[in-house]
């Protein structure tokens, strides 16, 4: 394997430490939210410099990874319904719900809340 690809894909250790955001599901370190905060969504969920944010908006409790790199040509996208996030690493499956004044501000702007668990399938 080239060195190159190794290091894209995170050590075991390290691993245990990616969080997923509730919402889109991005994945990523918590110093990556902290100082950051969520490429797709922070204006909703507010994680960049609050660590606190971070613990009730994303999760280390997700299912497959999915690597985005053309989120409007990518049929895996469509699916996930990540096309219109920015290009990372994504989970297929994400425990949890967002905090309830993520989801009343969604509410709010009429947007519809889609856990990320794939309970709620279309």
């Not at 997923?20 to 950051?36: M, Y």
């Not at 507010?46 to 994303?58: A, E, F, L, N």
């Not at 999915?66 to 989120?71: C, E, G, N, Q, S």
Request: net charge positive; proline share 6%; charged share 25%.
């Amino acid at each position: 394997m080239a060195s190159g690809v190794t290091a894209a894909i995170p050590a075991q250790a390290r691993a245990k430490q990616l969080r997923a955001c509730l919402l889109c599901s991005i994945i990523q370190t918590p110093a990556d939210f902290r100082k950051n905060g969520c490429p797709n969504c922070e204006e909703l969920m507010q994680m960049k410099g609050s660590p606190d944010r971070i613990q009730v908006c994303t999760t280390t409790y997700f299912d497959g990874v999915i690597a985005v790199v053309d989120p409007e040509q990518s049929w895996v996208a469509r699916w996930q319904r990540i096309s219109k996030y920015v290009r990372g690493m994504y989970a297929v499956r994400v425990k949890g719900r967002v905090p309830e004044d993520v989801e009343a501000e969604l509410e709010a702007r009429g947007i519809k809340y889609r856990p990320r668990d794939q309970t709620d399938q279309d």
